[in-house]
Structure formats: C-alpha cells, structure tokens
C-alpha cells in the first residue's frame, strides 16, 4: 500500500521506485474530478504534508534538535517535499505548496518546521517558476 511505502521510504529511503509511482498516487482517480478540472486528490496532499511533517518534527526530536534549515535539509523527509516541487506541473505544485502554507498557523513547532521547509525549497528551487509559485501562495 502506499503508506507502507511511505513509511518504507521515510525510514531508509528506499525503494527509488517511491518517487516515480508518488505523483501519480496523488492524481484523482475518478473521471468525473479530472473532467471537472481537478487532476489531483488535495485530500490525499493534505494528508501526505500533514502526516511527513509531523514524523520529521518527531524525528528531528528524538535527536534531541529543534527544526531549522540544516536540520530538515539532506533528509527522506525533505526528499519528499523536493521531489513534489520539481516532478508536479503547475497545478499540483500549487496545490501542494498551498497545502504546506496552509500548516502556518500558531506559533508551535509544526508551523516553524513548514517555514522552514518552504524557506528550504525556495532556496534550493531549480528554475523560477517553483520560486514564484511559492511566492504567489504565501501572497495569498
């Protein structure tokens, strides 16, 4: 399944296969929501950002840190959000970067880790348009 997957993925960053199959486990499999213009299930994005972040704030805490920039960079957990980032097209990017801004909220440690991992992929961004598209959610 893929939560299994997932899990696999997040605790040994394997299999490689993980990346290739995730998009299109977020793609919406009813004909009636692609023909409504709606490609993607933003239930299971929500679900998919809520539930990496918390095990990366629960993993970065059992090593005794606090999430920041160095400590969310180079992990399974980022490799996710990275891939999203750069494999989706223009909507599912923007559906997934407005599912990690709809997590800022309270100060609390879950909304400090989703700044940080969009300071992360803003800075890390390979073309502009991932840049711009960041900037535009956070504007709205």
Request: with cysteine; hydrophobic share 35%; charged share 15%.
């Amino acid at each position: 399944t893929f939560k299994k997957d997932l899990d696999s993925f997040l605790k040994n960053r394997a299999p490689v296969s993980f990346f290739s199959e995730l998009r299109t486990n977020l793609q919406s499999s009813s004909s009636g929501s692609a023909d409504a213009g709606m490609r993607y299930n933003i239930s299971m994005i929500n679900a998919l950002v809520m539930y990496v972040g918390t095990q990366a704030i629960q993993y970065i805490r059992a090593k005794g840190q606090s999430p920041n920039i160095s400590t969310i960079a180079h992990s399974s957990y980022m490799d996710i959000f990275q891939n999203l980032a750069v494999d989706m097209d223009t909507e599912g990017r923007y559906l997934f970067l407005n599912c990690i801004a709809n997590q800022l909220r309270y100060p609390n440690s879950h909304t400090h880790y989703y700044s940080c991992c969009l300071l992360y992929l803003f800075q890390e961004a390979n073309t502009e348009a991932i840049q711009e598209q960041i900037t535009r959610v956070l504007r709205s």
